[in-house]
């Protein structure tokens, strides 16, 4: 294993392409961190597929098998915690976290969003960046809070949004940008070079 390499766990419900883009650059060692395991909450997402495809671990955890939401985080918990998990990363995870479980890993759960937040939290994003008539849009990638949408702000990207842009067209340009920052920010956590002050990230060099 794993010398100086952080333990990631990654939570998906769908395609699964920022999880691909950090398993990517952590089996290449271009990111000091190794993939443990991959969560679905979604037995059919096709993220899946794609990472048994590159030998990590996979676990469903269907969170309508489950009666309440506490018993399916407390699953999610256990299963991330018996793997050594030290990063939670979200890529793509449509459940929205209880306190209860972000403070089983205070300061260490990601998630990206596909706009420059504090702009457009929430869902139907590119479609509400193109009826604002912004000009640039983006990703993030922000610690989870218990304010969704709303956490520390650690790396964001920017990307023009031209006039012929179409929801498809402009969440294609921003994606090439998600799949750049969500490695780039899980090597700056694995550094130790994120200081949390407040609402701010600070680089620390
Ligand atoms: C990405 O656009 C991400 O920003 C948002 O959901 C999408 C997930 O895509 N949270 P993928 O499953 O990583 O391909």
Redesign the pocket.
């Given at each position: 294993m794993s010398e100086g390499k952080v333990k990631v766990g990654i939570l998906?419900?769908?395609?699964?392409?920022?999880?691909e883009s950090i398993v990517r650059k952590a089996k290449a060692d271009e990111i000091p961190a190794e993939v443990v395991v991959v969560i679905s909450n979604k037995p059919e997402a096709p993220?899946i597929r794609k990472a048994e495809a590159f030998g990590i671990p996979v676990v469903v955890i269907d969170h309508k098998k489950f009666s309440s939401r506490e018993d399916f985080e407390r699953a999610l918990v256990s299963e991330l915690k018996s793997r050594g998990v030290e990063l939670v990363c979200?890529?793509?995870?449509m459940r929205i976290l209880s306190p209860t479980f972000i403070r089983e890993f205070p300061g260490r759960i990601m998630?990206?969003?596909?706009s420059l937040l504090p702009a457009f939290p929430g869902l139907n994003v590119h479609n509400r960046v193109l009826e604002s008539g912004a000009k640039f849009s983006g990703?993030t990638v922000h610690f989870v809070t218990e304010d969704v949408d709303a956490g520390p702000i650690i790396i964001q990207a920017v990307v023009p949004v031209l006039d012929d842009d179409t929801e498809e067209t402009l969440?294609a340009r921003?994606?090439v940008e998600?799949h750049k920052i969500y490695p780039e920010a899980i090597r700056l956590f694995a550094e130790g070079r994120l200081e949390v002050r407040g609402k701010r990230v600070i680089w620390k060099k």
């Amino acid at each position: 294993m794993s010398e100086g390499k952080v333990k990631v766990g990654i939570l998906i419900s769908g395609r699964g392409s920022n999880m691909e883009s950090i398993v990517r650059k952590a089996k290449a060692d271009e990111i000091p961190a190794e993939v443990v395991v991959v969560i679905s909450n979604k037995p059919e997402a096709p993220g899946i597929r794609k990472a048994e495809a590159f030998g990590i671990p996979v676990v469903v955890i269907d969170h309508k098998k489950f009666s309440s939401r506490e018993d399916f985080e407390r699953a999610l918990v256990s299963e991330l915690k018996s793997r050594g998990v030290e990063l939670v990363c979200l890529a793509g995870f449509m459940r929205i976290l209880s306190p209860t479980f972000i403070r089983e890993f205070p300061g260490r759960i990601m998630n990206i969003h596909p706009s420059l937040l504090p702009a457009f939290p929430g869902l139907n994003v590119h479609n509400r960046v193109l009826e604002s008539g912004a000009k640039f849009s983006g990703c993030t990638v922000h610690f989870v809070t218990e304010d969704v949408d709303a956490g520390p702000i650690i790396i964001q990207a920017v990307v023009p949004v031209l006039d012929d842009d179409t929801e498809e067209t402009l969440a294609a340009r921003v994606l090439v940008e998600e799949h750049k920052i969500y490695p780039e920010a899980i090597r700056l956590f694995a550094e130790g070079r994120l200081e949390v002050r407040g609402k701010r990230v600070i680089w620390k060099k």
